[in-house]
């Protein structure tokens, strides 16, 4: 029964070559924090019953608040060369016009956020189905090429119902600890990975271009997860394609806040347009060939007669709730979220390891508690490993992957900050600039994973909304958990196997926005083997990050 219907649903997918329109996801202009005054007061409101503030003031509207036009945006972004700094952007423009601002990006009006509290306003107002922006970029490459639209991509009642199908595996807490020893045979592989690299390219203790090298951690490991298979982007010779996925990642990040610039008409005419489209089509390529091979590989089970049982993607296709079609257009965006997320996340993360040994030797006695001598961690080993936690928390708080987040209002008006905001308001939430608001996070530049340590006394100051690097509601992160199980088990097993030391030629390395928060510079770290004499440590500089 299960082979005629996979047969029915049509084994191959079909590669469609039709033309439409196109569009994109709102690039990450970023913001900061300063009071907010008395117009704090939120409120959905319905008709126009609500005209007054809770201290009975006179609502204001979207109108009132102050902000830079059009030209005085493209100044900052190309003039004063912040295109690739928002999130500075977001903190700058804040102390101008204060935590609530309007601005212009091409064919786009934005309101700003930049205060946990105004944030939290927006979130609790999100309504149903929440919609972040409404993406023409690239919701218009599928619509150009007739692919499906999947969790980051598809809004509504649609993509209530496309959450609800992949949820469970991803989030449940049974399902996600099962992903475990997949997860574990990548990072036994990462840390020979990184000693082959250290004894052929980094002169015996350096790792060059470490977040690249995660990158291909992170492609492995997701895929370990939603293929059940491996793929080998931890061989010396990386695979072509993975190769491909990477560059074209890259280059759909680049140019997606660039094309947004531009009105939709505009588009098949900008020289970069069919470049924005190659890209695309070798993301979904070559998500769908692996989606292909799963498939031939359950039919080859099904006429063997053999059970058909398996995680992820085994699950989807086989369960039957989602067409193929509809199952190649979510498998791709969750391997497009899962890869630049995670592996950059890691690499800040060794990046402050190597300059904070103090905190270092406390994780690797943490670990070395929990797991000693040749003990791999488990899910329930890292839940007693409240630092290795508190490492990536504060890692997120410093560099937050989606620096500045989106909400558009469909059900209703809403009130926010004393002002009245009419339906199909675009809100722009700077993440980054509220992680570094001083009055919730105390000496915010510092490297202080104990912020987030039960009873630590600042913990009792936070503001839920300081820190969201996962986003909020029902359209929070989907991959939150096995983010944070890839994380957990890789760090740890890194730590435990190597001391990570700076480059000693002290470059320091600064973020930069291309959509996502990512190293403007090549990282390169030194990993000096804990077990072995001969590790000599290349001299060092220990000097503040
Ligand atoms: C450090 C790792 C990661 C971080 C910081 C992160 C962060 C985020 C954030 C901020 C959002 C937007 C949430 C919102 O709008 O409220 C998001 C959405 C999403 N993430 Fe992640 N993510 C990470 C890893 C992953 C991984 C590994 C996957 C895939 C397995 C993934 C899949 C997704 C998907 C599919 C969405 C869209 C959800 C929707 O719109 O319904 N993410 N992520």
């Known amino acids: 029964m299960f082979s005629r219907s996979l047969v029915r649903t049509g084994l191959l997918v079909c590669k469609q070559d039709s033309v439409v329109g196109t569009k994109c996801i709102l690039p990450a202009l970023n913001a900061g924090d300063r009071r907010q005054g008395a117009s704090s007061s939120a409120g959905v409101i319905n008709g126009s019953k609500v005209k007054t503030t809770e201290d009975g003031n006179k609502l204001k509207t979207m109108e009132d608040l102050d902000g830079p036009s059009f030209m005085t945006s493209l100044y900052w972004l190309f003039g004063k060369g912040y295109f690739q700094t928002t999130h500075q952007m977001q903190i700058e423009h804040s102390k101008i016009y204060g935590p609530l601002w309007r601005s212009k990006y091409g064919p786009l009006v934005i309101v700003n956020v930049a205060s946990a509290d105004l944030i939290e306003q927006v979130l609790r107002q999100e309504g149903r189905h929440p919609i972040r922006t409404d993406m023409p970029h690239w919701r218009g490459y599928r619509e150009l090429r007739n692919h499906a639209y999947g969790p980051l991509t598809e809004m509504g009642v649609k993509w209530q119902r496309i959450r609800s199908i992949l949820n469970p595996r991803m989030l449940k807490p049974q399902h996600v600890s099962s992903y475990t020893n997949a997860i574990n045979e990548v990072v036994r592989d990462f840390v020979q990975k990184v000693d082959w690299l250290r004894k052929t390219t980094g002169d015996g203790v350096m790792v060059n271009d470490l977040a690249g ?121 969750l391997l497009l979220a899962g890869v630049d997320t995670t592996s950059n996340t890691i ?199």
Not at 292 to 301: F, L, S, V
Not at 310 to 331: A, C, R
Not at 381 to 407: C, F, H, Q, S, W
Not at 483 to 493: G, H
């Open 213 to 333: 090298e995660l990158y291909k951690f992170a492609f492995e490991g997701i895929s370990s997860v939603l293929f059940e298979t491996r793929l080998g982007c931890l061989n010396e010779k990386v695979p072509e394609e993975t190769e491909r996925f990477i560059f074209s990642v890259g280059e759909m990040f680049r140019l997606s806040p660039i094309i947004v610039l531009f009105p939709k008409s505009l588009w098949p005419y900008l020289p970069f347009w069919k470049h924005f489209v190659a890209v695309w089509d070798h993301l979904f390529t070559v998500a769908e060939d692996l989606v292909q091979k799963k498939m031939e590989e359950i039919q080859e089970r099904v006429k063997k007669g053999e059970p058909v049982a398996g995680e992820y993607l085994t699950h989807l296709l086989v369960s039957e709730q989602m067409s193929v079609h509809e199952v190649l257009g979510s498998i791709t965006e």
């Open 347 to 545: 690499s800040w993360a060794l990046y402050h390891m190597a300059s904070e040994p103090e905190i270092q030797e406390r994780l690797y006695q943490e670990v070395e508690s929990v797991c000693p001598g040749d003990k791999v961690p488990t899910s329930d080993d890292i839940a007693r490993m409240p630092l290795l936690k508190a490492i990536i928390r504060e890692t997120l708080r410093l560099y937050p992957v989606v620096p500045g987040n989106a909400r558009i209002t469909v059900e209703n008006e809403i009130v926010v900050g004393g002002h009245r905001f009419p339906k199909q308001t675009l809100f722009h939430l700077c993440h980054y600039a509220v992680s570094y608001d001083e009055k919730i996070f105390p000496d915010p530049h510092a490297f202080l994973p104990e912020r987030w340590l039960r009873g630590a006394d600042k913990q009792l100051n936070q503001h839920p909304f300081g820190s969201v690097p996962f986003g909020f509601g029902i359209r929070a992160c989907l991959g939150r958990r096995v983010a944070e199980l890839e994380m957990y088990l890789v760090l740890s097993q890194l730590i435990k196997h190597y001391e990570v030391r700076p480059d000693p030629t002290g470059q320091i390395v600064k973020p930069i926005t291309r959509t996502l928060l990512v190293p403007a510079t090549p990282m390169n770290l030194q990993f000096l083997n804990r077990g072995a004499a001969e590790d000599e440590p290349r001299e060092t500089t220990h000097e503040a990050i």
